[in-house]
């Protein structure tokens, strides 16, 4: 019944939109909070976010893994590895800078005892 | 009462933004939806039948991009050396508790399993999803168990100072032992037969590669969850 | 049957995402970060892309939701 959803337009507009939306989501955590782990949880959710997008826009409906072996041996329906090649090195990185940047926060904390991002300004006066 | 409480500037001129950019998006997608986006990626497939290895992924991240990975380990060396100078503690009071003994006896039993199956995903990162990365941080939550779950364990600095080096000079030096044999940078200098496709001992480098990113990879996530764990308090 | 699906999980990821920022305890907040590495697993799955699945799980999920409940533990439970 609801087949008209399977064609590959219809998936690119509903991928797009999707993943723009759970950007938006993240971008208004990250303007509107004030503790500085919810700064950082906005962040990581709009990376996810990018990454559906990468992924989800090479995508094929009859389309299996990028593996070959014995059984499957013809290239014309397999995913594209350049994106997922591509995707799995941000995701390090991404951990990476967030892991440093948690850090951070955590040594601020030892030092003065704050967490909201208001109240942090030594640098003004 | 300023006048910036009144109107919230920032907010207003971030979601302005944000439109700007949804309209890039949705002007992009518009143009696209006739099947126009094409990458190399179809080439490479034809290529990897002859040259590569039977995970396209791999051959991609390992022996076409070899250089990005360097790059992205040099990346994650930076952030875990930014994370020990803050968060390093030498000493000996540890703020651990005591656990319970279903616990104890339980990771006990879980931790070789664990090892286990990190290796594997490590060493056959080239027949099947998987490889260096995903195989290293696998041996490091099994390191994340056992310090959870034991009071007195961590594990000594120089072994994980020692597995690191030795990964990061061993990468380099594969390189250069390409220069010089095939004037090219992380050349396939080991014979890589097209006809053993599937077996373990394939693909030239591409396996050692891979296995020494899972140990540097595996080492510094290691050191990155115990300094992220062990913390003295001196309130 | 695919397009269905799709559409489901992402109408799941955004509600919980949007629930995720809006908590008032730092500790729910966390938890739901973990259901959108969830979704994200998922999602990977259905577009046909192991190796990335395999990737997000273990360090989307694993690594990065304990960075977070390490930070959690050393900065104490405010608002």
């Given at each position: 019944m609801f087949?008209?959803l399977?064609?590959p337009?219809?998936?690119k507009?509903?991928?797009?939109?999707?993943?723009?939306?759970l950007f938006?989501?993240?971008?208004?955590?990250?303007l509107?909070?004030k503790h500085?782990?919810?700064?950082?949880i906005?962040?990581?959710?709009m990376?996810?976010?990018?990454?559906?997008?990468?992924i989800?826009?090479?995508?094929?409906?009859?389309s299996?893994?990028?593996?070959?072996?014995?059984a499957?041996?013809d290239?014309?329906?397999?995913?594209?590895?350049i994106?997922?090649?591509?995707?799995?090195?941000a995701?390090?990185?991404?951990m990476a800078?967030l892991?440093?940047?948690v850090?951070?926060?955590?040594?601020?904390?030892?030092?003065?005892?704050?967490?909201?991002?208001?109240?942090?300004?030594?640098?003004?006066? | 009462?300023s006048?910036?409480?009144?109107i919230?500037?920032?907010?207003?001129?971030?979601f302005?933004?944000?439109?700007?950019?949804?309209?890039?998006i949705?002007?992009?997608?518009?143009?696209?939806i006739?099947?126009?986006?094409?990458?190399?990626g179809n080439?490479l497939?034809?290529?990897n039948t002859?040259?590569?290895?039977?995970?396209?992924?791999t051959?991609?991240?390992?022996?076409?991009?070899?250089f990005?990975t360097?790059?992205e380990i040099a990346?994650?060396?930076?952030?875990?050396?930014?994370i020990g100078?803050m968060l390093?503690?030498?000493?000996?009071?540890?703020?651990?508790?005591?656990s319970?003994?279903?616990?104890?006896?339980?990771?006990?039993?879980l931790?070789p399993?664990?090892?286990?199956?990190?290796?594997?995903?490590?060493?056959?990162?080239?027949?099947?999803?998987?490889?260096?990365f995903?195989?290293?941080v696998?041996?490091?939550?099994?390191?994340?168990l056992?310090?959870?779950s034991?009071?007195a364990?961590?594990?000594?600095h120089?072994?994980?100072?020692?597995?690191?080096?030795?990964?990061?000079?061993?990468?380099?030096?594969?390189?250069?032992?390409?220069l010089l044999v095939?004037?090219?940078?992380l050349?396939n200098?080991?014979?890589?037969d097209?006809s053993?496709m599937?077996l373990?001992?394939?693909g030239?480098?591409i396996?050692l590669i891979?296995?020494?990113?899972?140990?540097?990879?595996?080492?510094?996530?290691?050191?990155?969850v115990?300094?992220?764990?062990?913390?003295d308090?001196?309130? | 049957m695919?397009?269905?699906i799709i559409?489901g999980?992402?109408?799941g990821?955004?509600?919980v995402?949007f629930?995720?920022?809006?908590?008032?305890k730092?500790a729910?907040?966390?938890i739901?970060?973990?259901g959108?590495?969830?979704?994200?697993?998922?999602?990977?799955?259905i577009?046909?892309?192991?190796?990335?699945a395999?990737?997000?799980a273990?360090?989307?999920?694993?690594?990065?939701?304990l960075?977070?409940?390490?930070a959690l533990?050393?900065l104490g439970e405010?608002?």
């Open positions: 087949e008209f399977n064609q337009e219809v998936i507009i509903i991928v797009t939109i999707g993943s723009m939306i938006f989501v993240g971008l208004f955590g990250l509107t909070r500085i782990i919810k700064i950082f906005s962040i990581a959710i990376e996810s976010s990018i990454f559906l997008l990468f989800g826009l090479t995508f094929k409906i009859d299996i893994a990028p593996i070959l072996d014995s499957h041996k290239v014309a329906t397999m995913n594209d590895p994106p997922h090649a591509m995707i799995l090195t995701i390090v990185i991404g800078v892991a440093l940047g850090s951070f926060a955590i040594e601020y904390f030892k030092l003065t005892g704050k967490t909201d991002i208001d109240e942090m300004n030594e640098m003004r006066h | 009462m006048l910036k409480r009144e919230p500037t920032t907010t207003l001129s971030g302005a933004l944000s439109g700007l950019l949804v309209l890039t949705l002007s992009i997608l518009l143009q696209n006739p099947n126009k986006i094409q990458t190399a080439a497939l034809k290529l002859t040259e590569g290895v039977a995970n396209a992924v051959t991609v991240v390992v022996y076409f991009r070899g990005d360097l790059g990346v994650l060396f930076i952030a875990s050396l930014g100078l390093h503690s030498n000493t000996k009071c540890n703020i651990k508790a005591e319970n003994f279903m616990l104890q006896t339980a990771s006990r039993l931790f399993i664990i090892m286990l199956f990190g290796t594997y995903v490590m060493i056959y990162g080239h027949l099947s999803p998987g490889g260096g995903q195989g290293g696998i041996i490091a939550s099994g390191v994340l056992l310090l959870i034991h009071k364990f961590e594990v000594p120089s072994v994980i100072v020692a597995l690191e080096t030795f990964a990061g000079v061993s990468y380099v030096l594969i390189g250069l032992i390409g095939l004037d090219v940078f050349g200098f080991l014979p890589h097209i053993q599937g373990l001992l394939s030239g480098i396996p891979y296995i020494i990113v899972g140990i540097k990879v595996g080492s510094e996530m290691s050191m990155i115990q300094n992220l764990i062990k913390r308090y001196d309130v | 695919t397009g269905l559409l999980t992402f109408m990821l955004i509600i995402s629930a995720a920022i809006v908590q008032k730092l729910d907040s966390i739901l970060f973990m959108v590495g969830l979704g994200s697993v998922v999602l990977f799955f577009f046909k892309a192991p190796d990335v395999l990737t997000e273990v360090i989307g999920v694993g690594i990065s939701s960075i977070f409940l390490m533990k050393h405010q608002k």
